[in-house]
């Protein structure tokens, strides 16, 4: 079984680095089986999934600036 754990990581090219991204907000719960896409002004949008209980139908919207 596979779970989302939402992690955004930012790459420098001048330094050759990951760093971790810092979010704000809540965050999703883990899940599986969910759609994820990018939207306008640098929006990474993750929509539905399920768990172990039950099947999600929310919507999660995070700016990747």
Not at 4 to 9: R, S
Not at 12 to 18: D, I, L, M
Not at 33 to 39: D, P, R
């Amino acid at each position: 079984l596979l779970l989302l754990l939402l992690l955004v990581l930012r790459a420098s090219v001048e330094t050759f680095t990951w760093t971790r991204a810092e979010m704000a907000g809540d965050a999703p719960s883990p899940r599986y089986g969910l759609s994820l896409s990018t939207g306008k002004n640098n929006e990474l949008i993750l929509i539905g999934g399920q768990n172990d209980v039950k099947e999600k139908r929310d919507v999660y919207t995070a700016r990747i600036d």
